[in-house]
Nanobody, 126 residues
Framework: QVQLVESGGGLVQVGGSLRLSCAAS????????MGWFRQAPGKEREFVSA????????TYADSVKGRFTISRDNAKNTVDLQMNKLKPEDTAVYYC???????????????????WGQGTQVTVSS
């Protein structure tokens, strides 16, 4: 089992940057496929980005491709999401999630993830 805690959210202006971090405790994050999702008010939770447990495969939603970068810091046991060129439509609660690496995985499907963090708010002001 793994516990996930997100941090790094906040208020930023359009065009600015934020770096979210997901700290994993229990088992190391390298044993899991990791994902970031977000949920804006009144909308369903949507996929943002994912990282294969090997660290070699990344996946991005079209809406964030070229602006967001997912990475793993093995020393800190975190999975980070660097967000650049932020837009008002990026405003949402961002969630980190973990999927066991020993079974088939669709990175874009929230049902593939067993563990979730509590979320961190990102607000982009225009």
């Amino acid at each position: 089992q793994v516990q996930l805690v997100e941090s790094g959210g906040g208020l930023v202006q359009v065009g600015g940057s934020l770096r979210l971090s997901c700290a994993a405790s229990g088992r190391t994050s390298s044993s899991y496929n990791m994902g970031w999702f977000r949920q804006a008010p009144g909308k369903e939770r949507e996929f943002v980005s994912a990282l294969h447990w090997s660290g070699g495969i990344t996946t991005y939603a079209d809406s964030v491709k070229g602006r967001f970068t997912i990475s793993r810091d093995n020393a800190k046991n975190t999975v980070d999401l660097q967000m650049n060129k932020l837009k008002p439509e990026d405003t949402a609660v961002y969630y980190c999630a973990a999927a066991p690496s020993n079974r088939p995985w669709n990175p874009r499907d929230s049902r593939a993830y067993d563990y979730w963090g509590q979320g961190t708010q990102v607000t982009v002001s225009s």
